[in-house]
């Protein structure tokens, strides 16, 4: 039977370890959302560093699919837009190829 399966039957078939998976997933969520709550602008890869240097290194995907799963991708910043401004006409000098620093 696959380990899947049995984790989702919760039987203890497999040897007496049971679903070590699904406990995984619980300290990636309490991890995640202890950092969330202390700093609330970190992004994934921000968290992500800070979860292997606290001694948890784990498979970045699962932890992208954990992050998701509670909502705590942020959209990405869009730049500032610049205003529109009103064309000024140029100042020509009274000569061709004549500049007004040479007058």
């Excluded at 497999?14 to 970190?42: H, P, S, Y």
């Excluded at 998701?68 to 991708?73: E, R, T």
């Amino acid at each position: 039977m696959a380990q899947a399966h049995v984790c989702r039957l919760g039987t203890g078939e497999r040897g007496d370890q049971g679903c070590a998976g699904r406990k995984i997933l619980t300290e990636v969520i309490d991890a995640l959302n202890g950092m969330v709550e202390r700093n609330g602008r970190w992004g994934f890869w921000k968290c992500f560093d800070r979860l292997r240097l606290d001694g948890r290194p784990r498979n970045h995907k699962r932890v992208w699919r954990v992050y998701c799963d509670l909502g705590l991708n942020m959209p990405r910043r869009t730049k500032c837009r610049v205003p529109k401004r009103e064309p000024v006409p140029l100042a020509a000098g009274s000569f061709i190829n004549q500049d007004q620093l040479c007058a």
